[in-house]
């Protein structure tokens, strides 16, 4: 625990740097492009009208999902799903994408993965901002269930710094790791809810246990918790249980994290 606690201060301590780094790495990643950073926003839009169009309008035919438009179910999941996966998969490779900084740096490089995730925190605002607007034409209006959005964007960030902090260390040790992380990634897409409503699959409302297992996906939590915020179906606290299991798994992960980390770090740029 005195690991984990240490891993944490640093990212309090160095809060500041970080968002600085985090907006330079913004305007420098899009900077050659011509249309700028309209990429990262034009790129998540471009997946949501393939998705609507493949799974709303063909494979569901454009049935209401939990009262609402399939455009209106998928957005919510699917823009946290696109933030989370574009975190998971850069922070991975950010310690040994910097290798410079690492070797030169005079701050602690835990920070890294913040700057990974503060630069990604970019991009979500936007394209949450896009989705609200779209959900609004699409008859979502605010209610009190979205008070609790601070509650799942705490998960979401919680969760997405504790697997940075794991995978950027773990890529630095063994660098095959990112490329078996996407693969996974890739998988996770399809089992976490993010264009499948599984509470209303007819075949999977028969084996209760899988539903279960699946539930306990942290990516899963997220995604519907997102949604049940923006749509009104639930409240956070009705699956107590689930709630805590998200919660241990963060726990373990921040543990694990700081661990390999503190051990490794002094190695790190031997590694790279």
Not at 11 to 25: E, G, P
Not at 46 to 74: P, S, T
Not at 184 to 200: D, K, P, R
Request: charged share 10%; net charge positive.
């Amino acid at each position: 625990m005195k690991e984990t606690w240490l891993v944490l201060r640093e990212q309090f301590k160095n809060f500041n740097i970080i968002n600085r780094l985090a907006k330079y790495d913004e305007k420098s990643t899009f900077q050659a492009h011509l249309l700028g950073n309209v990429w990262q926003i034009l790129d998540p839009l471009i997946n949501i009208a393939i998705y609507w169009f493949v799974f709303g309008l063909i494979l569901y035919g454009n049935k209401l999902m939990d009262g609402y438009a399939y455009i209106a179910w998928l957005l919510p999941g699917f823009i946290a799903w696109q933030f989370m996966r574009s975190e998971i998969l850069g922070a991975s490779k950010s310690m040994v994408g910097r290798a410079q900084m690492v070797s030169k740096m005079r701050f602690p490089v835990s920070t890294i993965p913040s700057m990974t995730l503060a630069n990604q925190l970019i991009n979500y605002w936007w394209m949450l901002g896009i989705s609200m607007v779209i959900m609004f034409i699409y008859g979502v209006r605010p209610s009190l269930f979205w008070l609790q959005f601070p509650y799942f964007f705490l998960c979401m960030i919680a969760f997405l710094y504790a697997m940075g902090l794991v995978t950027s260390t773990i890529t630095v040790i063994v660098r095959d790791f990112h490329t078996l992380l996407n693969s996974a990634m890739q998988l996770m897409f399809w089992i976490s809810g993010t264009v499948f409503n599984f509470g209303g699959n007819a075949v999977l409302e028969k084996h209760p246990l899988i539903i279960r297992i699946i539930e306990i996906n942290p990516f899963y939590y997220v995604i519907a918790g997102m949604r049940e915020t923006f749509l009104g179906t639930g409240w956070f606290f009705h699956d107590i249980r689930a709630m805590i299991i998200f919660w241990s798994i963060i726990g373990l992960l921040l543990i694990v994290g700081s661990h390999i980390h503190l051990k490794f770090r002094s190695r790190f740029i031997d590694y790279i």
